[in-house]
Each structure stands twice: as structure tokens, then as C-alpha cells.
Nanobody, 123 residues
Framework: QVQLVESGGGLVQAGGSLRLSCAAS????????MGWYRQAPGKQRELVAA???????NYADSVKGRFTISRGNAKNTVYLQMNSLKPEDTAVYYC?????????????????WGQGTQVTVSS
């Protein structure tokens, strides 16, 4: 019912920048929050940054001051500007949305995930 499509990953040298984008579509009534998570090989998926519909943001300590999350004007898009990238930022980055969905007479709130986009930072 909700599709999240990410873009913007790639290979960059340490110290460089990348901008990730995620667009949500489907039977969306409202999106309460969107965020970015990442998973490195052999590690658990972790929160990188999140933003609520009110604009409140939350960042992992490891990315504070380097990454910035923002919402698009349409509120169904989210961006992650990543600056001063480090090799330890290498991971698959996943977009997440906490969305309220309406299909016919039914509605529910659930978490939805994108397919992930690879970010590789070389030293």
C-alpha cells in the first residue's frame, strides 16, 4: 500500500558528500515521521536520522554535525544530506516511513521500508 523509493547512493571518497532522496507513494493518508536507517555488513540496522511531520529531528550521535535530514514541500519526500563522510559510514541506507494508510473503509498505521541504497566511502 506504500512504496518508498530511494536514490542518491554511490561511491565517494572520505571527506566527500552525498545526498540521499526518498519518495513515498501509495494509499497514504498521512506520514507521521520519516527516517533513514543503515546497516553495515555484520552489524544491526541502526537509526541514522529521523524527522516528524512537525519538523522535529533526531540524529545518531555518530552523524551529528555532519548529516542533515529534511522533508520536501510535498511532505512525502525525505532527504539526507551527508557531508564529511567517513569510511565507517559505509552501509546500505534504508528509508523508513511511519504512515497512516486508508484502503476503502479500512485504515491503519504501520512502518514501511524502502529497498535500500548502497553508500560506500573509500579511505
Amino acid at each position: 500500500q506504500v512504496q518508498l523509493v530511494e536514490s542518491g547512493g554511490g561511491l565517494v571518497q572520505a571527506g566527500g558528500s552525498l545526498r540521499l532522496s526518498c519518495a513515498a507513494s501509495g494509499s497514504i493518508f498521512a506520514i507521521k515521521a520519516m527516517g533513514w536507517y543503515r546497516q553495515a555488513p555484520g552489524k544491526q540496522r541502526e537509526l541514522v536520522a529521523a524527522i516528524t511531520d512537525g519538523g522535529s529531528t533526531n540524529y545518531a550521535d555518530s552523524v551529528k554535525g555532519r548529516f542533515t535530514i529534511s522533508r520536501g514541500n510535498a511532505k512525502n519526500t525525505v532527504y539526507l544530506q551527508m557531508n564529511s563522510l567517513k569510511p565507517e559510514d559505509t552501509a546500505v541506507y534504508y528509508c523508513n516511513a511511519d504512515a497512516v494508510v486508508i484502503v476503502g473503509t479500512r485504515s491503519w498505521e504501520s512502518d514501511y521500508w524502502g529497498q535500500g541504497t548502497q553508500v560506500t566511502v573509500s579511505s
